[in-house]
């Protein structure tokens, strides 16, 4: 059984950076997609990152382009470094994993879900 781990909220004022870190057990990571997404109060989840495991590749939401980046530490663990953050990226940010996902962006598609660490930042 896949089990996915977040770690590394916290509270930070507007320009700070802060990394939060996924941890994949229970599957193979070679073959998956591992995202991160996030809600804010009373919003839909919004997709923030993904890497594809085998293919290297990434992908950013537009907010967060040139801010976040996404990347793989080890066969089980992904990091996001946030830099430069914003009152808006005030959320609960969750990360995601499956095998082999096409829509990456798109929540649905991903079994596999942590349990979700805040980011709180203040202006």
């Known amino acids: 059984q896949v089990q996915v781990v977040e770690s590394g909220g916290g509270s930070v004022q507007a320009g700070d950076p802060l990394r939060l870190s996924c941890t994949i057990s229970g599957g193979t990571t070679r073959w998956y997609t591992v995202a991160w997404f996030r809600q804010a109060p009373g919003k839909d989840h919004e997709f923030v990152s993904a890497?594809?495991?085998?293919?290297?590749?990434t992908y950013y939401g537009e907010s967060v382009k040139g801010r976040f980046t996404i990347s793989k530490d080890g066969s089980t663990t992904v990091h996001l470094q946030m830099n430069s953050l914003k009152p808006e990226d005030t959320a609960v940010y969750y990360c995601?994993?499956?095998?082999?996902?096409?829509?990456?962006?798109?929540?649905?598609?991903?079994?596999?879900w942590g349990q979700g660490t805040q980011v709180t930042v203040s202006s």
């Open positions: 995601a994993a499956d095998r082999t996902i096409v829509e990456v962006t798109s929540k649905d598609k991903y079994n596999n």
């Open positions: 890497v594809s495991w085998n293919k290297d590749a």
